[in-house]
């Protein structure tokens, strides 16, 4: 599923995965997938040695310092999901939203949702990025460390808290 936008301050498709592609969409899709690069993953720009380009998104991680990675923006699609535009036989770039966008983030029947579901949301709470069972760039309302930590950064703002008949995050994102 993908991101749903309900507002899109800017849609930006600079950069390819920080992750090493073949061109098969049946092998891309899975280690894409299993990379953490699904819809509403929360990316920062950063140098690479498996990117054609030298420089790629690669989901956020919380143990960072800010300063030294910043939020770019979120993934708007899904592995699978125009697939043929990621792989280096096309473009080999994703999109991503950018620029305090509006969203719906879903969890659906994906393995590797980009909000942390073990969490209560409530409308109007900060949300931050932070991680669950390795899972970088998640969505969460549970701050992390304090200082300079990137966890510890407010990055939006819950806009519609998950029930189990609607099952999605609502992001106003502030970055």
Known sequence: ??????YLGQ?????????????????????LQAAGYVAGTIVSVVTSATNPDGVAIAPMDPAGVI??????????????????TIGPSASNRISVARQHFIGNIYAGSNTT?????????????PLFVGSVAGQLGMWTNQKGATGTAIGSQQLGIVTHAPTTTEPWLGVASLF
């Open 113 to 125: 949702p980009s909000y942390d579901t073990s969490q209560t949301y409530v409308v109007g709470n």
């Open 67 to 84: 300063g030294v990675v910043s939020p770019f923006g979120a993934i708007i699609t899904e592995p699978g999901e125009f697939a043929n």
């Open 11 to 31: 849609n930006v498709s600079l950069f390819g995965p920080n992750l090493a592609l073949v061109g098969d969409p049946s092998i891309d899709n899975p280690a």
């Open 1 to 6: 599923m993908a991101l749903e936008l309900q």
